[in-house]
């Protein structure tokens, strides 16, 4: 079926449905008007009779009656005493039975007997009747005129007039769908115009989520490489810190160990310089020394002057003088032997002194530079750990990038489906 017919059907469709009911409920409030204006005509028209009936009801005969009310209209006449009975009627046939007993209208009889006058709707023989009466009083009793009718007798008028409002409707109905069949081509035309560009529309999405699904397949894979080499990288970078902070420790150890060496170089040095001193202290003992031999030695020449005057022991004091002489010469030369030593020791230790100093001077430079590299091993420790924080942050990313890559990959998918599906309705709207 094309597009302009399917609007112009479902246009009428609308239209009819909107018709109808408005057809329907102008009918029915219609029908309702007219229906209660003709039974107050109707019941205005039985009063009239009463009202001829009470003044002149002794004239009145059977044969009077079926002639007067006996025409072959619409419905019938009759006339109910106050026990039901039908004492008149425009069926002679029906004179005679009462309405509870016979006709079994009990709820009419009610009806009546509760009202002077009225119209009432109720069924007999199977068919909707209408009855409208009117009380009065004649020579102390009470008697009933009614009229009833048939329901399609009653309201024939309305019932042409509603297969003539149901023709206007078909013949309208007929109109609309014309219209709707133009006004549905006149908007086929644009909503093709559209359905065009939609699948247009559809078709270069579609082609360009195909290339990038492509894309993204790919991005995938690149994330999945990418986040496989940074979980390596990772764990490379996690080895290296627990080298990194294994040599840390061995390197804090060797420059613990090497700054207790120089402490003791420092020791050794002091402990020489007061070897210096003590060298010192001995070569002003050995200067001593050697003024008690100068001195011995003068006393030893005084005493070989001495012996050479007379009264004197000459041989004891000679060789007394010649022990102190021997002492003393054995004194100057071991004063000299030990002075030339000293001055050895001396010279030996003043260098070592000299060394000293220049290599405690290097050991603080030494020193300086240990701690400079402590300094540096301590910051690449530090950039080490950072390095390790980042490249675990990097992976905790690269899992996220690759979640949204999948996800967006879904997205892409799922939004291809979509228009697949409107391109396929848009194509059947079309057919």
């Known amino acids: 079926m094309k597009i302009e017919l399917k609007y112009s059907f479902l246009i009428s469709i609308i239209f009819t449905v909107a018709i109808s009911t408005m057809f329907y409920l102008s009918y029915v409030i219609f029908s309702n008007i007219i229906r209660e204006d003709m039974k107050n005509e109707y019941l205005s028209s039985i009063s009239g ?38 004492v008149f009627h425009s069926d002679k046939t029906k004179v005679g039975i009462n309405i509870l007993e016979d006709a079994k209208l009990s709820d009419l009889w009610e009806y009546m007997k509760k009202n002077e006058k009225g119209v009432y709707e109720y069924v007999y023989e199977n068919e909707k009747r209408y009855v409208a009466f009117s009380k009065f009083n004649f020579n102390a009793f009470t008697y009933y005129f009614a009229h009833a009718v048939k329901e399609s007798e009653l309201f024939s008028g309305l019932r042409k007039s509603r297969n003539t409002l149901i023709f206007i409707l078909i013949i309208f109905i007929v109109i609309v769908y014309i219209l709707s069949f133009v006004i549905s081509k006149a908007i086929g035309k644009e909503f093709k115009k559209q359905i065009k560009t939609i699948e247009e529309f559809t078709t270069n999405v579609s082609s360009y989520i195909a290339e990038n699904s492509s894309a993204a397949s790919e991005i995938e894979s690149v994330a999945n490489n990418t986040q496989t080499n940074v979980e390596k990288l990772d764990e490379l970078i996690q080895n290296f810190s627990s080298s990194v902070e294994e040599g840390r420790s061995e390197l804090n150890a060797t420059l613990m160990n090497m700054k207790e060496f120089f402490s003791n170089i420092q020791s050794m040095n002091q402990m020489t310089l007061k070897i210096a001193e003590f060298i010192n202290n001995l070569s002003s003992l050995n200067d001593k020394i050697k003024d008690i031999s100068d001195t011995v030695s003068i006393l030893s020449i005084n005493s070989s002057i001495e012996t050479s005057k007379e009264n004197i022991d000459k041989e004891g004091i000679s060789k007394i003088a010649d022990l102190i002489n021997e002492l003393a010469t054995d004194a100057r030369n071991t004063s000299r032997n ?80 979509n228009l697949d599906k409107l391109l396929n309705l848009a194509k059947i709207a079309e057919d």
Do not use: P
């Open 338 to 417: 030990s002075e030339n030593v000293l001055k050895e020791i001396e010279n030996s230790i003043t260098s070592n002194v000299l060394l000293s100093e220049k290599i405690s001077k290097e050991l603080v430079n030494v020193e300086n530079s240990l701690d400079s590299i402590s300094q540096v091993v301590e910051n690449f420790a530090e950039n080490v750990d950072s390095l390790t924080g980042f490249s675990h942050t990097t992976r905790l990313s690269m899992n996220e990038v690759l979640e949204g890559i999948k996800q967006t990959s879904e997205a892409l998918s799922e939004i291809k489906v």
């Open 49 to 86: 009779i009463v009202i001829g009936l009470k003044n002149n009801f002794n004239s009145i005969n059977e044969t009077n009656f079926n002639e007067r009310f006996g025409n072959g209209g619409k419905g019938y006449y009759y006339i109910l005493d106050e026990n039901g009975n039908v």
